[in-house]
């Protein structure tokens, strides 16, 4: 529109002719003059025929000739001169016009072109600068590490099996609870096979822009068909994944994605050598044409570790820090049930921590047993003030839970007994299991419910 509304303001204006200072001199003796116009040097002199002619006077001339308006005026000649104001105002309005100009240009490159593909092209490649994680990095999960392995052997010898007629499995999806280790065990795979490893976050391919999910797993693959072998690792893909129809107001952004990832992982277009290896804790939630061989041929479990494994990832991690030569990681996994190879990391830092604060040189059994204590507990309630009756009642219900539990013949050993406060508990008593319980009998849980109801006999 600008364009345009300029082009006709430039066919309106009048067109003239260059001439000598001395023609227009001329046709001013003669009366052929109806108007002039003196913008700094340069004049404008419109004649009766109809023509314009423009040429350059001396420098001051008009300044000097007062007289000579006055002349023209009463020939009937209109006189107009552009002051320097006039100038300064329109160079003013131009740069204004072209500033406003400029930033809706801005503004639409930043919304369209300059938007649109950053949000498409977002493939990370990982292992750039970084020690390789391997399968030795990785503890407390022996059967899925099994199970994975094979992966790891395609992707060094793939002749071996395209020998036989065998078919690799074209997906993975580890499912387990958070923080049993399905990024590392992905990240080991690609370390072990020596193979470029892509990864994305579920919920990177959900955008404001309805159909960039889906132009974003297909540049996703496409990159990853360029390194021909390797290993495409998509995290919490639930976010993308989660079953279609299952909810009244769908979202259909999330189900072309999700289409277009059915479609790459298994459509008419092959992938040779790309493995698709996926994580999420929600397997209940996904889509079953998802889970169907062809797709994420194998379902592996990652659960919480036992406590042989407990003891290897302690052990792992054990391997960054300085660890004293009386410490016993046994006894500290057998008072880790149920954790994480997660949170069995964040205790072996927080014993560090604590042993830093202490000015050890090395980490204690006693910092990995407060370590332990604030991970499971909380930190100790040292501003708490207690009435010395209130001590003496929390020491008697701890007393009573420690009596009951040493001397019932099917409780756990008695292993430590505190009455400092701890995140809302006022005292604890901890047991450590010899080994995982997977089975309880009924005298173990009857002795359990004694166990708890020894605090308050012993108030009594």
């Not at 001169?81 to 309005?93: E, K, M, Q």
């Not at 159909?211 to 893909?237: N, Q």
């Amino acid at each position: 529109i600008i364009l345009l509304t300029a082009g006709v303001y430039i066919g309106r204006a009048p067109r003239h002719r260059d001439v000598p200072f001395s023609d227009l001199l001329t046709a001013l003796e003669r009366g052929e003059v109806t108007a002039v116009r003196a913008a700094e040097d340069d004049v404008y002199a419109d004649l009766e025929s109809g023509g314009t002619l423009r040429t350059t006077a001396p420098t001051g001339y008009f300044g000097n000739n007062p007289e000579l308006f006055a002349a023209l005026a009463r020939n009937g000649v209109r006189v107009e001169v552009d002051g320097a104001s006039r100038r300064l105002f329109n160079g003013l309005a131009l740069l204004l016009g072209a500033g406003v100009l400029g930033l809706v240009g801005f503004t639409a490159w930043r919304t369209t072109t300059g938007r649109i593909p950053s949000v498409t092209g977002r493939t990370k490649l990982a292992g750039k600068g970084q020690p390789p994680v391997t399968f030795d990095d990785v503890a407390g999960v022996d059967e899925a590490k099994e199970e994975l392995r094979e992966i790891v052997d395609f992707l060094r010898e793939p002749q071996r099996f395209a020998g036989l007629g065998g078919r690799i499995p074209r997906g993975v999806l580890l499912a387990g609870p958070p923080g049993t280790g399905k990024t590392l065990l992905a990240r080991s795979i690609a370390g072990e096979a020596g193979v470029p490893f892509l990864f994305a976050s579920g919920s990177e391919f959900v955008e404001m822009f309805a159909g960039v999910g889906a132009a974003r797993i297909r540049r996703l693959f496409k990159d990853a068909r360029k390194h021909g072998r390797c290993i495409i690792f998509i995290d919490e893909i639930d976010a993308v994944g989660r079953s279609r129809g299952s909810q009244s107001l769908s979202h259909e952004e999330r189900e072309q994605t999700l289409n277009q990832l059915l479609v790459e992982m298994d459509g008419f277009e092959g992938h040779g050598g790309i493995i698709v290896i996926a994580a999420t804790n929600r397997q209940d939630i996904l889509d079953p044409a998802l889970l169907r061989p062809g797709r994420f041929d194998r379902q592996v479990s990652v659960g919480n570790p036992d406590l042989r494994g407990r003891e290897e990832i302690l052990r792992v991690h054990a391997r960054t820090v300085k660890i004293g030569d009386q410490v016993e990681l046994l006894r500290v996994a057998r008072g880790t049930p149920g954790f994480s190879g997660a949170d069995l990391a964040n205790l072996i830092n927080e014993a560090a921590l604590i042993a830093g604060r202490a000015g050890r040189a090395a980490v204690e059994q006693a910092d990995l047993e407060a370590a332990r204590d604030k991970v499971m507990m909380g930190v100790e309630r040292k501003s708490l003030q207690l009435t010395a009756r209130e001590r003496v009642v929390t020491a008697w219900h701890e007393a009573g839970h420690a009596v009951v539990a040493a001397l019932l013949p099917h409780a756990d050993p008695v292993h430590k007994v505190s009455i400092v406060p701890r995140g809302r508990a006022m005292g604890v008593t901890m047991q450590l299991p010899d080994t995982d319980r997977h089975t309880y009998t009924r005298d173990y849980l009857e002795t359990q419910i004694a166990i708890l109801m020894g605090g308050r006999a012993a108030e009594q």
